[in-house]
């Protein structure tokens, strides 16, 4: 299986329930197994002690003696009732009373190291066979038979009780299997249902990789299945989403560009081709070469103003927001001296200007130069479309700590679905160009990308043979 998210996420939690279950089965193991020792040694514990008291009582008061038939008989009957097996012996060791039928173990010798502990430890469990006793290991507890004599206490035998480690570990066995048994059900249903979130989990991502994939092969159409989930990973198929959508605007952008700056530039050169080589072999009469060159020459002039229309987009994108804003200056002043650059044009058309500019200077923040090329583009945009004797009208006010400049006139009426594209790079709305021949398409993209640096806006609106520009600044 490769690695995929899927299947790390699905091994991390396969080996955290590994981990947890090796943990929690050994310590639960480790207390079943110790508090199943201490009850059977506590089992054991009262078993041997009421078993000495029995035979120390015959001994003493029925002069029982530790070889008589009856007390293996009472042995007898006592691991039937418990399950242990007693063995009494004198104080040398020498069994002479046991628990088994068979009495085998009658006349064998206890290991002094197991008198010893019965002697010092009373009723303590340990592990061990007592030598030739047992034929495996047991659980072997063992205590002094004692009887009082001139104030002293004399011990007469030794009483051992021990249990067959075999049953302990079946039953132990048998738990442990049906915790494993547990465990491993338990442990399969988490593997299941962890493979299945991760997995489902993991689908958009993979969407996501097989989108990125084919961006990368050119295919910017591609989106990833919206869902409703309301994580990050929802969150990441949105942001995916808006990503992809800004980048097949901005590869249709400049798709766009390419289109328009090719169509710009293809046209004068065209021009300017055509009539040097006609008046180079001689298709255009000596005659008219002077007129042909005029033309030559406007088209060169053009193809310059949309190499310095250009080089100044290019500088206003790489402009600092933050400079820009340090500076303040007069915005008053730059309207008038926008709008006496150009009296000469409007006195070509014919146009009657209004103008309502106010007395006093008002402070704004920005670049002089760049909103002055702002206000002149405006002035300029107005005089190329205004009808001959309309009205160019520019005005001036102050309003909540901003400062409003419009710039209107009379003329035909941009249509309402031109009016969001009226920005665009290269965009003119005389698709002719009937009256705008000089024009590259280049002059309101730059004003409103000063704008933009100046964090300002700018609208527009057109109705009734009326356009009408207007823009804000902040006031200083």
């Not at 001994?59 to 009472?74: A, N, R, T």
């Not at 738990?175 to 993991?202: C, D, E, H, P, R």
């Not at 250009?310 to 994108?317: E, R, V």
Request: charged fraction near 25%.
């Amino acid at each position: 299986m490769k690695r995929s998210i899927y299947f790390r996420n699905f091994l991390a939690t396969a080996l955290i329930v590994l981990i947890s279950f090796a943990i929690l089965g050994g310590l639960f193991s480790a207390w079943m197994y110790s508090r199943s020792v201490s009850e059977n040694s506590a089992t054991m514990e009262t078993a041997l002690l009421a078993a000495s008291r029995y035979v120390t009582t015959q001994y003493i008061y029925s002069e029982v003696e530790l070889s008589d038939l009856d007390v293996s008989m009472l042995l007898s009957l006592v691991s039937d009732v418990t399950g242990f097996d007693l063995l009494i012996t004198n104080p040398n060791g020498i069994v002479y009373a046991c628990s088994k039928k068979d009495f085998l173990n009658i006349g064998k010798q206890v290991p002094s190291y197991a008198l010893t502990l019965a002697s010092e430890h009373p009723r303590s469990v340990t592990r061990t066979s007592l030598d030739t006793i047992y034929s495996e290991t047991r659980q072997v507890a063992g205590m002094p038979l004692t009887r009082g004599e001139n104030g002293e206490s004399i011990v007469f035998g030794y009483i051992f009780l021990s249990n067959d480690m075999t049953v302990f570990k079946e039953t132990w066995q048998r738990f442990s299997g049906v915790f494993v048994l547990i465990a491993l059900n338990v442990m399969v249903l988490t593997f299941a249902i962890s493979f299945y979130a991760t997995k489902k989990q993991s689908a958009p991502l993979n969407e996501m990789v097989s989108a990125a994939r084919r961006f990368a092969r050119g295919d910017i159409s591609v989106r990833v299945r919206p869902s409703d989930r309301i994580d990050e990973i929802g969150q990441l198929t949105q942001a995916f989403n808006a990503m992809a959508d800004s980048l097949e605007s901005s590869e249709t952008s400049r798709r766009n560009f390419i289109a328009n700056l090719s169509h710009e530039l293809k046209t004068p050169m065209t021009i300017i081709a055509g009539f040097a080589e006609g008046l180079l072999d001689g298709t255009i009469r000596p005659e008219n070469g002077e007129r042909y060159l005029g033309v030559i020459a406007s088209e060169t002039r053009r193809l310059a103003r949309l190499v310095g229309g250009m080089l100044d987009m290019s500088k206003l994108q790489s402009t600092d927001k933050e400079d820009v804003l340090k500076n303040s200056f007069d915005i008053t002043e730059v309207a008038k001296l926008a709008l006496l650059s150009l009296s000469g044009k409007i006195e070509e058309r014919r146009l009657d200007v209004n103008a309502e500019l106010p007395e006093d200077a008002i402070m704004t923040q920005g670049d002089k130069d760049s909103i002055t090329q702002v206000i002149y583009n405006l002035i300029d945009n107005a005089i190329k479309y205004s009808k001959p004797g309309g009205i160019i009208s520019l005005r001036l006010w102050k309003q909540s700590g901003r400062a409003y400049i419009s710039v209107e006139n009379s003329g035909k009426t941009i249509p309402e679905d031109e009016l969001p594209q009226i920005f665009e790079r290269f965009h003119k709305t005389d698709k002719s160009r009937s009256i705008d021949r000089e024009g590259v398409g280049l002059g309101l993209y730059i004003v409103k990308t000063i704008l933009d640096n100046h964090n300002e806006d700018i609208f527009v609106t057109s109705a009734d043979g009326m356009t009408r520009f207007m823009f804000t600044l902040t006031i200083a």
